[in-house]
Every structure is written in C-alpha cells, then in structure tokens.
C-alpha cells in the first residue's frame, strides 16, 4: 500500500500563499483519484479537491479559484498550490489515496 507524507505546511498572514506536497512511496499512476482534504479544530474532515490520473481537478466551493492541485505521475507527487489564504482555511490538511491510504497531515494556520 502506498505511504503518503504531506509537507509545506507552516503559518501564513491572510492573503498569503502556501504550496503542499504530497510524496508517495510508490507509484501513483495507476490511482485514479489523489486528493487533499482538511480538518479544522472540531470540524469534520472536509474534501478540498480532487485530481484524476488524467489531470482533471474539482474543487470544494470555497476554495475555488484560489486552490490549485496537481499531479505528477512520474515523480509521485500531487501538490496544493494555495493562494489568497484566509483564516478559515486554517486546518491539518491531508492527501488521501482514494481508497487506499491517507497521510499523515501538515498543519497549515493562516494568521496575522
């Protein structure tokens, strides 16, 4: 089973810009789905965005427009560029290998 490490997390000012990165330990060419989620002080874990083998990418509403995911099959990576960061973005957030296996998180906190 493929092991995730998120890294790139850290403390923002509003409005600022993060990039996540989501490494695996195997290949992820043949995982249809890569996705990132989060999960707030006493809030459930919440999808952020999705990413097929082929490049296609959703987003949850609210970050829309100023989230950004991509996939690298040949060096096994799937990224969140982050920009225009709010405090309600703050949150541990995750990459998950529908189905299969998730991270183990990197807090992103987003602060003046």
């Known amino acids: 089973q493929v092991q995730l490490v998120e890294s790139g997390g850290g403390l923002v000012q509003p409005g600022g810009s993060l990039r996540l990165s989501c490494a695996a330990s195997?290949?992820?060419?043949?995982?249809?789905?890569m996705a990132w989620y989060r999960q707030a002080p006493g809030n459930q874990r919440e999808l952020v965005a999705t990413?097929?083998?082929?490049?296609?990418?959703e987003y949850t509403k609210s970050v829309k427009g100023r989230f950004t995911i991509s996939r690298d099959n040949a060096k096994n990576t799937v990224d969140l560029q982050m920009n225009s960061l709010k405090a309600e973005d703050t949150a541990v957030y995750y990459c998950?290998?529908?189905?299969?296996?998730w991270g183990q998180g990197t807090q992103v906190t987003v602060s003046s």
């Open positions: 998950h290998a529908l189905g299969l296996s």
């Open positions: 195997g290949s992820i060419s043949s995982i249809n789905v």
């Open positions: 990413i097929t083998t082929h490049g296609t990418a």
